[in-house]
């Protein structure tokens, strides 16, 4: 029995934002005052070109991110590849709390991706890889938190009632 979700980030509303600053920038570099010579664009390194392209590449890149969450019963493992290359295995053992909570990616921890706590609580991390407003919190025995954002919450609550009442996990709350 076992509980899998895999994650990445969202950002198509990006790429508008990006490709209205590329028609902007190649509209001057074209156009303005009868636009830069081949010449000129050869000497700049054609530096107008790699202004508007590398945007783009580092968004889909950051779109290749890939943040997998695995419940069973020894525990929640994780990985957020290409960052981490193995599972990281959280024992329960090692979990006081572990409930579905409510959350604000932005007032709380100030965007999306792999975040602290803002106001500086660095025992508190968080994997937000959505806009939904509710994951999975764990709190540890040593006072560090942690939070996965969820697609599927309806799911996850459900597996976790009946791995809680199945292996009799006390962390589970």
Not at 99 to 121: E, H, M, Q, S, T
Request: net charge positive.
């Amino acid at each position: 029995m076992e509980f899998e979700e895999k994650q990445c980030l969202k950002l198509w509303w990006l790429y508008i934002l990006l490709a209205i600053d590329a028609i902007m920038v190649l509209s001057i570099v074209l156009f303005d005052k009868g636009g830069m010579s081949f010449q000129d664009l050869k000497a700049a390194y054609f530096a107008p070109f790699w202004a508007v392209l590398l945007p783009f590449a580092i968004i889909y890149l950051l779109q290749k991110n890939v943040m997998t969450l695995q419940i069973n019963a020894e525990g929640i493992a994780y990985r957020y590849f290409p960052f981490q290359s193995k599972l990281k295995l959280l024992s329960w053992t090692t979990m006081e709390k572990v409930y579905i909570n409510k959350y604000n990616a932005l007032g709380d921890y100030g965007g999306f991706g792999v975040r602290n706590r803002l106001w500086f609580k660095f025992n508190d991390k968080a994997y937000l890889l959505n806009d939904r407003d509710k994951g999975l919190q764990i709190e540890f025995k040593n006072g560090k938190k942690l939070l996965f954002s969820s697609n599927k919450i309806d799911g996850l609550e459900m597996f976790l009632l009946n791995l809680k009442t199945r292996y009799n996990i006390q962390a589970i709350q």
